[in-house]
Structures are given as C-alpha cells and as structure tokens.
C-alpha cells in the first residue's frame, strides 16, 4: 500500500485501467466549543464557506452562530458572526442553512409563547460574508388552533430546483396518518400546498423516508404493520409491509405502490433521485422469520412520467456472496447477511445502477442498576453501533444483478449515558467515536472512489486477520476502489489523528459534500477543531 502525502497525486493502477486522484488536505483550525457545523456551500470567489452554530441548550449569547470562509487550499480565510433576525414578539432561534437554486438560506424559528404560533424564516445569507438579506416568512402554525404536529422537515430536490416543506400532523391511533406539504418557487412563495391523507390509521402507519423530486412531486416511504386478520388473508406471518405514495402536484393525484412480499420482510427501504431524474428504489429482504438476516436485494425504478414502477427484481443472494460473509454451515442453514443500508445509488454508462450499501446494525437498551455507592437506582441507556462491510451492486437497466464487488472492513463503537436518551441511531454525538464510522463515496467512469477509516493493522501486508477499527487514535484513512469486471484497490492516505501533521481532528466520511461527479470534500472534525479534506478524481 502506497502512503500519500498531504497534497498528493495517487495514480492507481488495476487490470489495464489508470486514473489520477487529487487528495488535498487543509490545514486544521480552532473553532468554538460546542459549535457544529451545518451548511457548506461554494462561494464566487473559489473559496467554500460553512455556517457553525451552537447547540447549547442554554446558550444565552446572542451571537451563536458564524460564518466560516475557506481558502481554495481549504485552509481558514476569515470567520463573520451571522445575526439571526429579530422580533418583539420572541426570540428567533437558528435552525439549518439550505441551498436553493444558487442561494444560500439560513432557516431560523420562532415560537410565540402568546398566541402559540410557529414561524419559520428563511433569510438570505451572503456566502462571502455572514450578512443577512431579505428574509422572508415561509410558514405559521397554531398548534392551539390547527392541532399538535409531531414533526416538520425542509426538503429539497436532487438539483436543488425545489424546496419543499413536510409537515406530519399529529393524529390519533384510529385516525388516517395526515402530511402536508409547501414548495417553493425561487422567490419564496408558495408554488402549491396540500395535505395528504393516507388510507392508514395511526395505530399500523410509519413514515419511513420522504422525497421531493425535482419536478415537485413527493413521495413517501410508509412502513404498515399487518394486524392478524391481514395474516390470515394473506397467508403469510410476516407482520408488516412497505408501500410508495407519490402525489402528483399538476394532476393532483396521489398513487399507491404496494410492496408487499407476502413471505418476506422487506427492510431499508431507500428512495433516491439521481442526476438522470430518475426515482429509484432499493431494500432488502428476510424470510418470514426476520432473524434469518437478509436473503437478497429488491430494486425498482419509478417512470416519473408515466407514473408506474419498472423493472422491479427481486434477486436472491447465492451461495458464493453469501461466503464472504458467513461460514459455509451458516450458509447450508439458510441464514442470510447482517443488516445492509443502501448509502448511495450512482447510474452507470450502460444505463444500469451501482448500489453502494454497507452492513449497519444498531442496538439500544435502557435499564436500571443500583448503585451501591449512592445508595440510589440509576436509568443508564447502551448504545452499540457497527458499520459493515461495503457492498457495490452493479445492476442492469432490467434490474438483475450483473456483479459485485466488496470491501471488507469492520467498524464498531459503544456507549453508555445517564438517563433514557442516547447519542441516537447515526451516532453523529460531537464527541462520540461512532462519528468517525461509515463511508464516503463517488463514481467517475462507473468506479466507485470511497473513504473511510480503518484499523491500522489491516493496512499491513498480508495481515492475519481483519482487525476491528474502534479507536479512531489507531486508524488510518483510507482510499479503496472498487470498479466493474473484479476492479478493486485500496490506498493508505494518511493517519487519521497525526500530530506530524499538526491534526487532532480525524476525517467524518459521512460529513461530505459533493460538488460534482468528480470532487468532493470531506469533513475532519474533534472536540472544537476542524479541517478539511478534498478527493478529486481526474
């Protein structure tokens, strides 16, 4: 394995194929404590910008919120304090930044204690500077008067062409499950609003992921749970299924895609629009036991045109990929592959798709012990998260399963904390491990370009064994490359905390933003330090 420097050109070689890839890293800097970091954007002059924000749940200071510039080489320009706007009727809290079309937008929120209304405000923020411009009420609601909400979300389009705005009302257990939903054109105004009332009641009815497309349509991934009369008319123990409800804004149509299995579970349900405008789908599935582990892959394609799904294959993982993963017993016994989660789905020059998906399971349990020391019970939460193995699936325009490829790589992380709440599903906790797990990923000529972080030892030649990567203090990041026809390489680039290098902050894969089918960066964070890395494939 070949180690890079800090602004290096690696070219790599595999069966015949060459490609150049830029890795540039910034040079890290000192932020405030308890500050995240939220958007990240290209300005005008070549330099990128990102927003940080507290997240004290106490903090009084007005100014909690900053603009960051940095420098084409990603190293820290200039920093602007960004004032929220203000009103007499309540304080004005920093929510998110959104890009939408070419303007940066910082969404902040108010609550009027008063009267009880909910407001949101999108202001425009100068990229260059943290000065705010027009801003501009996007929605009111009162919660007294319309009923309590149990969530709401911006959205916006693969292009950036729409935003849209989910909200999820509360509803009782025997009431239908009711969305509305707000897009926006470029000035802020609405282009249509509707509420969407799903034939489920409450009691049954999850809203797994939602997507606005970027000609405005929405569509929603609803999780139903099958009560026994349903089992019994089907014939099956499986106790839930998925569906697709799309809602067609210009006729104003709402459609129903059941993607029941009848005698299998389907799980990981994604939705993704890609840069064809295209709306694809991808899950897993069990047998109707659930705990056998996944027996295959499902993927679709909706027609955004025609309104209907195509090329939906079911296909089935057979014994030669269940190897990598299982041992031959486990294989004869039927049992299927951990947890997958689809991360990224790139269309490929033959019209096909590469799925990129990676193992990921969670475990959370809260319990009491007694505490002999204090006398007292104590209610702790333990949290274990493990990313996988990552798998490419190279997928025909008839969506069946052309080749695979995979990377193998075993990252885990634990943690216990006072009380009933956790650092959550992703794990993204400023100062947890669990943040520095996972991937990047990018195609450039049907080769998918990831990063991740490993244990050091299987950077080793022949090493003995995969060892796990827990402690982000004796990982390297690294660079592997995965393309069709068996193409696969991995790098070595750099220790992921080096004091050589004058870093504390190690890389967060899943903190990435893509500029264009070649060049992404890569968000490097610890404690309140920061810094920045650039993967460009020529």
Known sequence: MQKLLYLITLLVCVKGYSQDVEIHNGAEFKIEKKKRVDGFVENNDNMLSLVTYSYKLFETADNRTSLIVLDEQLNFYNQFPVTLPTSDEGKITFRETKK????????????????????????????????????????????????????????????????????????????????????????LKTLWEADLVLPETDRNTIITDYLVDNSGNIHLVVRIQLDKAERDKNETNVRYKYALFSYFHESQTIKEYDLFLRNNYLTGLTIIQNKNNELIGSAFYSDDRATSGMLGFLNFRLDLATYEIKNSKMNDFD?????????????????????????????????GYAFV??????????YTAYNPSTKTTETKTTERWMFGDVVVFYVSPEGETKETGILKKNQFASSTTQGYSGHGRDGYGTYHPARYWGISAMMKNDRIYIVYNDNTKNTEPDAP???????????TTMLAIIGPGGEFSNSALFKSRDKAAKYKSALIPRFNYVFSDSEQVIVGGAANYLRFMKIKVK
């Not at 998906?357 to 809260?366: K, L």
Request: hydrophobic share 30%; with cysteine.
């Open 357 to 366: 998906v990676e193992e990921f399971d969670y475990y959370v349990q809260t």
């Open 465 to 475: 064994k995969l060892y796990t990567a827990s402690n982000i203090k004796k990982c």
């Open 100 to 187: 939408f079309r070419e303007q940066l937008y910082l969404i902040s929120r108010q609550y009027v204690r008063g009267s009880g209304d909910l407001r949101l405000y999108a202001s425009e923020l100068d990229a260059t500077n943290g000065a705010l411009g027009t801003s501009y009420e996007i929605f009111t609601y009162n919660a007294r008067e319309q009923g309590s909400l149990d969530r709401y979300d911006l959205l916006m389009s693969a292009d950036s062409s729409k935003m849209a705005l989910m909200i999820e009302y509360r509803t009782k257990k025997d009431e239908p499950v009711k969305t509305g939903f707000r897009v926006y054109d470029e000035s």
């Open 319 to 351: 014994e030669t990929f269940l190897k990598n993963f299982l041992t031959e017993r486990q294989v004869e016994k039927g049992r299927g592959v951990r947890n997958f989660r689809t991360r990224n789905i790139f269309p490929t020059s033959d019209n």
